[in-house]
Nanobody
Framework: QVQLVESGGGLVQPGGSLRLSCAVS????????MNWYRQAPGKGRELVAT????????GYRDSVKGRFTISRDNAKNTVYLQMNSLKPEDTAVYYC????????WGQGTQVTVSS
């Protein structure tokens, strides 16, 4: 059974940092691109960051470049999203995604950036 379980969300002030984790089970993590998406209230789900199976290639949406870093530890079956210099517009539910053709999703973790 495939499971993706996100953790690490919460309430943070503007300028603060959070690190999200996605624990993966049920498929071989090293064979899959992994992605972080987010969905803000009233908006569609958007791709935030992606990382290759070996971790040697990553991509980001323009609005988070230089502030967010995606990484993975295949030995621990975990993908991370380090988020620095957070802004109120980063407020959203963040989802981990991956597996063959991106078919698997986590349940999401809420990130709220507010003073």
């Amino acid at each position: 059974q495939v499971q993706l379980v996100e953790s690490g969300g919460g309430l943070v002030q503007p300028g603060g940092s959070l690190r999200l984790s996605c624990a993966v089970s049920g498929f071989t993590l090293s064979s899959s691109f992994m992605n972080w998406y987010r969905q803000a209230p009233g908006k569609g789900r958007e791709l935030v960051a992606t990382i290759s199976g070996g971790g040697d290639s990553a991509g980001y949406r323009d609005s988070v470049k230089g502030r967010f870093t995606i990484s993975r530890d295949n030995a621990k079956n975990t993908v991370y999203l380090q988020m620095n210099s957070l802004k109120p517009e980063d407020t959203a539910v963040y989802y981990c995604n991956g597996g063959s053709q991106g078919r698997y999703w986590g349940q999401g973790t809420q990130v709220t950036v507010s003073s």
